[in-house]
């Protein structure tokens, strides 16, 4: 069918250029409730996505061109989807762009060969060694989980002749842990994603796990905090990848004016007292996330420098908005990395201070970098206790309290973000719930 697709495109004359993207999707699914197996099931998926870009003509009389899209299932007819995409083309109206030229593209290590070759067997181990620690702590229960485990081959054509191919494997995980009855019940939910399973550790994030339900059910309620503030690993990974670095990093935001940043100008406020910010947005990444050989418009994965010491150095570009700002097309975003910083952790874990263990939910503003989000475990290290506590608020700016951080030697793989396993941050509070 790709080659249908294919032949029927390049017969178009009312088309500037396309792209076409055939994904391959195959994998297991097993879900567990009330120890026994709930379902087993088998994933198997194909589908074809189309983008044109045609020519267009303004209002006022300017050429320009606009983009459509359809999404096409094996066997599914070609033409009217052609038409389709064709159709929602000729109703936008953006200045002329082109797309991605023909390029060399990144080997980049993005799939488990058990995945790939045994899927379901490989989920059967993961559970059979999860029910076997849940079964050493009868103070918890396991009372649900969830597993997959998916493969997704993926094929790129476009009319500039670049060309390329890709497989990668993702491994996901739901768990939920119960301790208490009645109005002393507590959950714990623990949520993986992750390209193999050996960066999910089981043994290590299950006890984990335990021990933060446990501290869940005997957690007093949040203080009134105006101090050191220390965050780590995977939620280290979501205070930084929440939003606010990747939204004004992007090129598309800067043309749209949605984003202040400029190029050669520091992304932190004046007078920042913290380590100096290095980031790179990395697509190239072993195993993370966001890795891949080529992005969804075909631009060929890269490391790109996009801030150091403190200073925006790049934008993250599409081919379009690339073309607009005059600037290298880089691709999408990809996953976070920050170098190693100055301190141990052990230092930067001197009392006093809070440590934010899990958000409800992390989602400062993407412009300003406001937050005030809802603490669902916390601990106060102080006195030579470490007392947890749940609820009140974390309030605060990103971009403020990354100018004023200091970030351990020990780094770190978390999916989608590699660096700093601690990040201590200044100028952030906790109110607690009277403030609320």
């Known amino acids: ?253 800067r043309y749209a004016k949605l984003s202040r940043w400029e190029i050669g100008q520091s992304v932190v406020p004046e007078g920042s007292d913290g380590e100096p910010l290095t980031v790179w947005a990395n697509r190239v990444l072993p195993f993370g996330m966001y890795s891949c050989r080529f992005d969804s418009e075909g631009i060929p994965g890269q490391r790109l420098l996009l801030i150091q010491d403190n200073v925006l150095r790049a934008l993250s570009a599409s081919q379009r908005y690339a073309e607009y700002l005059q600037l290298p097309p880089t691709g999408d975003f990809g996953n976070l990395e920050l170098p190693a910083g100055r301190t141990p952790a052990a230092q930067l874990l001197s009392p006093p201070y809070l440590e934010v263990a899990d958000f409800s939910w992390f989602n400062p503003d993407p412009v300003t970098g406001d937050f005030a989000t809802e603490i669902r475990l916390g601990y106060v290290v102080e006195d030579g206790s470490r007392k947890p506590f749940r609820g009140g608020l974390l309030i605060g700016n990103l971009l403020a309290a990354l100018g004023r951080a200091r970030w351990s030697r020990e780094t770190g793989f978390f999916g989608a973000y590699q660096g700093p396993t601690t990040g201590r941050f200044e100028g952030l509070k906790v109110a607690g719930p009277t403030a609320v």
């Open 1 to 253: 069918m790709l080659d249908s697709l294919l032949t029927s495109l390049r017969r178009r004359r009312d088309v500037i250029g396309w792209t076409v993207r055939q994904d391959r999707i195959q994998g297991s699914q097993l879900y567990y409730s009330g120890g026994r197996t709930e379902a087993e099931r088998q994933v198997r998926e194909e589908r074809f996505r189309l983008s044109v870009v045609c020519p267009t003509t303004g209002p006022d009389g300017s050429k320009g061109c606009g983009t459509g899209e359809a999404t096409l299932l094996p066997n599914e007819p070609i033409q009217p989807a052609i038409e389709r995409a064709i159709e929602m083309a000729r109703h936008v109206h953006n200045p002329p762009h082109g797309l991605p030229a023909q390029a060399p593209l990144p080997d980049v290590l993005l799939e488990e060969s058990d995945l790939i070759q045994r899927p379901a067997e490989r989920l059967r181990e993961a559970h059979a060694e999860l029910t076997s620690l849940a079964g050493k702590h009868p103070n918890v229960r396991l009372t649900a989980s969830e597993w997959h485990a998916q493969t997704t081959e993926t094929r790129l054509v476009n009319s500039r002749g670049q060309e390329g191919s890709q497989r990668g494997t993702t491994f996901g995980l739901e768990w939920v842990l119960v301790t208490g009855e009645g109005d002393e019940r507590v959950e714990g939910f623990h949520e993986r994603n992750r390209r193999r399973s050996a960066d999910v550790p089981l043994e290590e994030e299950f006890e984990t796990l335990v021990q933060r339900t446990l501290d869940r059910r005997q957690a007093a309620s949040a203080p009134e905090w105006d101090g050191p503030v220390a965050v780590r690993d995977t939620t280290l990974a979501e205070f930084l990848g929440g939003g606010p670095l990747r939204f004004l990093g992007t090129a598309s935001n």
